[in-house]
């Protein structure tokens, strides 16, 4: 058993004219969900909200209607725990769900939305990610990232191409690699590490952590006396107060209590793509998570795997 607390909020920020982030706190499960949607006017809001919805519905009892096919892991990521496998598939049919209501209205055609998302089981925490929304864990005074964005920067930077103080002012820094509902299939990052009581995990879209360093998000979680509550707030002021570029979201799970807190190497894999069978099920599912919610039956040909995101759509 893992005993979790979350706090959670969500920003405009100083310049957007709308919110187009959503996040879901499910202490039930227990698991948290960030999503920072594109796309422009009210569509990258839709996108984050489609998401974040899909995720819970199926978390809080899909598996029951509309379990994960046989078939969803390669060779070599079967040693995925159950949890983890229903959170991958959960991922999934957001993606098929914010794509297919793309298709509905011309207005929303190419709407996407970045996705981080965290479960927790005994002994550890699942982190799947698609995009530049982050996880982090805070443990002893120090702030760990454990995803790596799916963005061009992140490329030019693990190439040694730019440094990271370069990354942070590159001009084309709002091309991202990969979102949630720009194409009928998406690929899905993996992340299974162990926990320990006393752990932050921190998500947040990329109004905190594109507009303030690490390095800062560390100093006000290490307060003295700090609260995960009220480290929420202030990292949302600190960006802000950074000029506030952009939405902010930030929410923080706090780990109380591990009934066998384990150790072991972490590991990133990549889930990738699905074969047709499995992707021809992503609709079924969703017809029997959401009854009545019907998508295009038409899915045209990806027309590139990079997304710029524009910000005077945003």
Known sequence: MVNVTMHGDSDIGRVRR???????????????????????HAAGEIASQRAVET????????????????????????????????????????????????????????????????????????????????????????????????????????????????ARTFADRNIITRALGTRPVVAVDVNVVPLRPGDWYVLCSDGLSGTIRDEEIAAILSRQGQSAARAVGELIAAANAAGGPDNITVAIAEIDDVDEPVEGRQ????????????????????????????????????????????????
């Open 267 to 314: 590991k990133t894999e990549t889930v990738p793509e699905p074969s047709d069978t499995v992707a021809d099920q992503e609709s079924g599912a969703l017809d029997a998570l959401f009854p009545g919610v019907k998508g295009s039956a038409t899915v045209p040909e990806a027309q590139t795997d990079r997304i710029r995101i524009d910000p005077s759509l945003l």
């Open 18 to 40: 709308i919110n187009e982030d959503n996040f879901r706190l499910i202490p039930s499960c227990p698991a948290v969900v960030v999503c920072d949607g594109m796309g422009g």
């Open 55 to 166: 995720i819970e519905a199926y978390l809080l009892g899909g598996s029951s209607i509309a379990p994960p096919p046989p078939g969803l892991l390669p060779a070599g990521l079967d040693s995925l725990s159950v949890e983890a496998l229903e959170l991958v598939w959960a991922v999934r049919l957001a993606n098929r769900r914010v794509f297919q209501t793309a298709q509905t209205q011309r207005q929303m055609r190419g709407m996407g939305t970045t996705l981080v998302a965290t479960r927790f089981v005994p002994g550890y925490a699942i982190i799947c990610h698609v995009g530049d929304s982050r996880a982090y864990r805070f443990r002893g005074g120090r702030l760990e990232p454990l995803t790596v964005d799916h963005s061009l920067v992140a490329e030019l930077v693990a190439q040694n191409e730019i440094t990271p103080e370069q």
